[in-house]
């Protein structure tokens, strides 16, 4: 794992993009090339098909490796282009213990896609030692973290969950687009390979899809950059420049978010509408400890039980301010119901495992006035 050089909200501006050598430029320019000219057999500047390496993609890779303080990084076509990468890694008979309360399109691709080539795995409450001790098999080859967990936000011990995973030989792969290098740096805590989707945080502004991987040293970060050479889930380099702008005002955004996240879920705790706040910043929240030692911010996810799922699918034809939607991390508030969203497609038993109830709101938290969100929400619970 690299030290960083410079605090963080440098990095952000800087890392990676270094003004323009020709024309002084100080946004890196978008390189729309699919090929590149060579002047012999082996002669080129770097550079000789898009697929394989692209300069703006290059910039974007090496901002984030930066960020997450990795040695490599790979940005894709979307979050999941880059989790399949991971997965790919493995071969037919490895095992997977996967967090239960975890993104539905990880389960899915678990569950749908990859269990057909070979690979297995099982869930358990990764807050939970012993639980992962439980079901852990000799082929388990990663031990697969979200935390903050999508979407009841569940807190995991990444320092312990590494330790586990390394004293069995296995890998610790944490997905960390809820908190952003910003909010919290895996790499630092054990694990070996970090998943994002830019789509949300990272990007920031709901305009464009993206994935990436960071690894902790050169021989995971070749193997991920050779699936994507292979496989071609690439991202484009307009897409990689949209990224590149939203990362420059990462640090004062995900403060922001965390900040009207906060307060709203300190005042949805006291309303009579709501049975459950989840948020990691709430003192009642069981890991607040943990997620203060690990995590710089709280965060701008949270997610509410309402009274019903009667009540919840009142309350979202009621939003006027706050969209009701797909996704997260822009600046706008998203509310999505999971269990007709994002994880529509798991079993009912796995839904209840996972917490993802008919009556489970999650909202991501956007940078709008506070009151004025908190307005909104009043009068649609109301």
Not at 46 to 70: D, I, K, W
Not at 161 to 182: K, S
Request: hydrophobic share 40%; aromatic share 6%; net charge positive.
């Amino acid at each position: 794992m690299k030290t960083p050089k410079h605090a963080f909200s440098t990095l952000a501006i800087h890392a990676g993009q270094p003004a323009d050598a020709t024309t002084g430029a100080v946004n890196f320019p978008l390189y729309l090339s699919s090929t590149y000219a060579q002047s012999g057999l082996g002669e080129h500047k770097g550079y000789t098909y898009s697929r394989v390496a692209n300069p703006t993609r290059h910039a974007l890779e090496s901002c984030l490796t930066e960020l997450e303080g990795g040695v490599a990084a790979h940005a894709f076509a979307s979050g999941m282009a880059a989790i399949q990468a991971v997965l790919l890694r493995l071969k037919a008979g490895d095992h997977i213990v996967c967090a239960r309360n975890v993104y539905g399109g990880t389960a899915r691709l678990l569950e749908g896609v990859m269990s057909r080539f070979g690979l297995t795995h099982t869930y358990a409450d990764t807050t939970d030692v012993r639980a992962i001790e439980r079901v852990w098999q000799p082929n388990t080859r990663y031990l697969w973290v979200e935390t903050p967990s999508n979407p009841c936000l569940e807190i995991t011990d990444i320092k312990a969950m590494a330790a586990l995973a390394h004293a069995r030989g296995a890998l610790l792969v944490a997905d960390n687009t809820f908190m952003t290098p910003y909010g919290q740096r895996p790499l630092e805590w054990g694990a070996d390979l970090v998943v994002h989707s830019t789509t949300k945080y990272l990007n920031g502004h709901s305009d464009g899809l993206g994935g990436a991987v960071i690894a902790v040293n050169s021989e995971l970060g070749d193997e991920i950059g050779a699936v994507l050479k292979s496989a071609g889930g690439i991202l484009s380099p307009f897409e990689c420049f949209l990224v590149q702008r939203g990362i420059k005002t990462l640090a004062v955004r995900m403060e922001q978010h965390s900040a009207n996240a906060l307060e709203l879920a300190q005042w949805l705790a006291t309303h009579p509408r709501v049975k459950r706040v989840y948020y990691p910043g709430l003192a009642s929240h069981p890991r607040r400890k943990l997620a203060q030692r690990q995590m710089r911010i709280f965060g701008g996810m949270l997610a509410i039980e309402t009274e019903s799922p009667r009540h919840a699918r009142a309350m979202v034809k009621r939003l006027r301010l706050c969209t009701f939607g797909e996704s997260l991390g822009g600046v706008e508030t998203l509310v999505s119901h999971p269990a007709t969203m994002s994880h529509f497609g798991l079993s009912q038993p796995r839904k209840q495992e996972a917490g993802v109830t008919d009556s489970l709101l999650r909202i991501s938290v956007g940078l709008e006035d506070a009151a004025d969100i908190k307005a909104d929400l009043e009068q649609a619970l109301r």
